[in-house]
C-alpha cells in the first residue's frame, strides 16, 4: 500500500545577502496511513521548515514529496490548493478569529469550500462535540483558555475531512495537563477517524505518549528513524541520546565519584530491579536521577546510580545490571 507520505532526497536551503542556511538536508523517509508519526528535534533542527515543506508551504529547494503517491513538488499551484484541502495543520498559537465566536470560527473553512451555511453550522456542532466544546459554541477565543483554543483549532482542521493531520508544536504553549488532555484527543480522533497525524515537537514526553514511529533532526539533518520503542531503548546517536537522557545535563551536579547510567530496555514495568539489587548485594544505592517511563507495559528510560565506594561490590552490581540485560555504563556529560 502507497505511504501516506513519502519524502525522497528532500533539501530546503535559505538565501540572503547574509549567506546561505541549508535548514533540511538530503531527508528520506515514509509515514504509513493511519500512522500517528513523530518529527523530534531541539530548537533549530529543521523540524517547523520540514513540515512546511510536507504540504508545500514552503517549496523545496531538490527532492520530492509524495502524498497518497502523488508527487506535490511537481503540481500547479491550484492543484496544490485542492491537495491541501486533504492536509489539516493545526499550530502553537491557535490562529483562531478573535472577532468570531467558537461555531463561526469551525464554520469558516467550510465556508470557502462553499458549502451551505446550515450545512456548515451542523458539522461545526458535531465537532465541536467530538472536542468537548459543545456548551462554548457562542463563546469567543478571548473568553477561552489556551486548551479550549487548541480544542477549537482541531475542530476547525477537521470540518474539511482532512486525511492527514500536522501537528507543529500544537501543545508547546499548554501546562503539562492541559497537553496531556489534547494528546489524548488526538488519540481519539485517530482512532474513531483513521488519520494520518505528524507530530512535530521538541518534546520526547510528547513522543512517548502518542507516536509509534519518529525521525530525530539535528541541525538540519535527520539523525534516527524507527520506532518509538526503539529509540527510547537505543538511541543509536548523540543527538538522540541527547534527547531521551536527560540526566546527562545534571551529572556535572551530582556528588559522588563512582556513578553509572542504567538504562532500561523494555524489561517488565513492574520488576523491581533496584529492590532487587540492594537485597541481593545487601548494599544500598544512591539514586541521583531517574527518567523511566512505562511505554505498551514496558520499562524504558534512564537512572543515574551513586554505587557503593568499595570497587568489589560496585563491580557486583554492575555486573548484576548486565546479566538482567540493562545497559550499564559509567554516566558521563
Do not use: W
Request: include cysteine; aromatic fraction near 4%; hydrophobic fraction near 40%.
Amino acid at each position: 500500500m502507497e505511504p501516506a507520505i513519502r519524502v525522497e532526497n528532500l533539501n530546503k536551503t535559505f538565501v540572503s545577502k547574509n549567506g546561505s542556511v541549508e535548514a533540511v538536508k538530503d531527508m528520506s523517509f515514509e509515514i504509513e496511513k493511519g500512522d500517528i508519526f513523530g518529527i523530534i528535534g531541539l530548537s533549530g533542527a529543521g523540524k517547523s521548515t520540514l513540515v512546511r515543506c510536507l504540504n508545500l508551504l514552503e517549496r523545496p529547494t531538490s527532492g520530492q514529496v509524495f502524498i497518497n503517491g502523488q508527487s506535490m513538488t511537481e503540481m500547479s499551484e491550484s492543484e496544490l490548493r485542492k491537495a491541501r484541502q486533504n492536509i489539516g495543520m493545526i499550530f502553537q498559537h491557535f490562529n483562531l478569529l478573535m472577532q468570531r465566536n467558537v461555531l463561526d470560527n469551525v464554520c469558516f473553512p467550510m465556508e470557502i469550500a462553499g458549502i451551505k451555511k446550515k450545512d456548515a453550522r451542523k458539522r461545526a456542532m458535531e465537532l465541536l462535540e467530538i472536542v468537548g466544546l459543545g456548551e462554548k459554541a457562542k463563546a469567543y477565543p478571548a473568553q477561552l483558555s489556551g486548551g479550549q483554543k487548541q480544542r477549537v483549532a482541531i475542530a476547525r482542521v477537521l470540518a474539511n475531512d482532512p486525511e492527514i493531520l500536522l501537528c507543529d508544536e500544537a501543545t508547546s504553549a499548554l501546562d503539562p495537563q492541559t497537553t496531556k488532555s489534547i494528546l489524548n484527543l488526538l488519540k481519539e480522533i485517530h482512532e474513531r477517524m483513521g488519520i494520518t497525524i505528524v507530530v512535530i515537537t521538541h518534546e520526547m514526553s510528547v513522543i512517548q505518549e502518542i507516536c509509534s514511529h519518529v525521525v530525530v533532526l539535528d541541525h538540519g539533518e535527520m539523525k534516527e528513524k524507527g520506532t518509538v520503542e526503539e529509540l527510547f531503548r537505543a538511541p543509536k546517536t548523540e543527538a538522540a541520546r541527547k534527547l531521551v537522557f536527560s540526566g546527562s545535563a545534571h551529572i556535572a551536579n551530582m556528588q559522588g565519584e563512582r556513578k553509572i547510567r542504567v538504562t532500561f530496555g523494555g524489561h517488565s514495568a513492574f520488576e523491581p530491579i533496584i529492590g532487587n539489587i540492594i537485597l541481593e548485594c545487601k548494599t544500598p544505592v544512591n539514586i541521583l536521577y531517574a527518567d523511566t517511563r512505562t511505554i505498551n507495559g514496558k520499562a524504558e528510560g534512564e537512572m543515574i546510580l551513586q554505587l557503593p565506594e568499595d570497587k568489589e561490590t560496585a563491580e557486583k552490581m554492575i555486573a548484576y545490571f548486565k546479566e538482567k540485560g540493562l545497559g550499564a555504563e559509567e554516566a558521563t556529560l
